[in-house]
């Protein structure tokens, strides 16, 4: 299974971007009036998002759903992406559509926030042969310390989604 941080662009012309825990476009898609049930289907067929994150200050209502329905993170940089913002993170990529583009820069601008800490849980994971390091990211992200996240039944702890 695939851990994702997808970036949402939604509106009458929506977008996906799916990055792997490793910051690694795994799938970016675009549509027209389309609705929460293709993005679901979208994101499902890409993997198991972790985070879901919006490029404007105050992530909508669809986002929030979305997180509801995956039960992962909502995530918003706390302002809007400006545009020059999102050309510069997008450029290497080579994307045209501005969608596509506002998504992925969503996306990074999450991957962004959350790097040095997967890159931790990452060496942990290595560090005590754990097998499955994207589960130990998965879990560090929704705020589990290092050492529940390596322990075989992990504590249930409430957290606040930002």
């Known amino acids: 299974m695939v851990h994702l941080i ?7 012309r929506a977008a996906i971007a799916c990055l792997d825990l490793n910051g690694n476009p795994v799938l970016i898609s675009n ?27 105050r992530p909508n ?10 039960g992962a ?4 940089a706390g302002y ?14 080579g994307i045209s559509n501005l969608h596509e ?13 959350y790097k040095n800490k997967l890159k931790q ?6 560090e005590h042969g754990m097998s499955d390091i994207d589960l130990v990211k998965t879990m560090v992200i929704k705020r589990y310390s290092m050492h529940e996240a390596g322990s075989e039944k992990p504590t249930q702890k409430r957290f606040k989604r930002t």
């Open 6 to 12: 997808v970036g949402v662009d939604s509106g009458k």
């Open 31 to 57: 549509g027209t009036f389309v609705g929460l049930d293709w993005f679901v289907g979208k994101i499902t067929s890409a993997g198991t998002p972790v985070i879901i994150a919006s490029d404007k200050k």
């Open 61 to 70: 209502r669809l986002l929030a759903k979305l997180s509801a329905v995956f």
């Open 73 to 76: 993170i909502l995530f918003s």
């Open 80 to 93: 809007d992406i400006g545009v020059k913002r999102k050309q510069e993170l997008a450029k290497k990529y």
């Open 101 to 113: 583009r506002d998504a992925l820069s969503a996306a990074i601008a999450a991957y962004n926030v």
């Open 121 to 126: 849980a990452e060496a942990y994971a290595q």
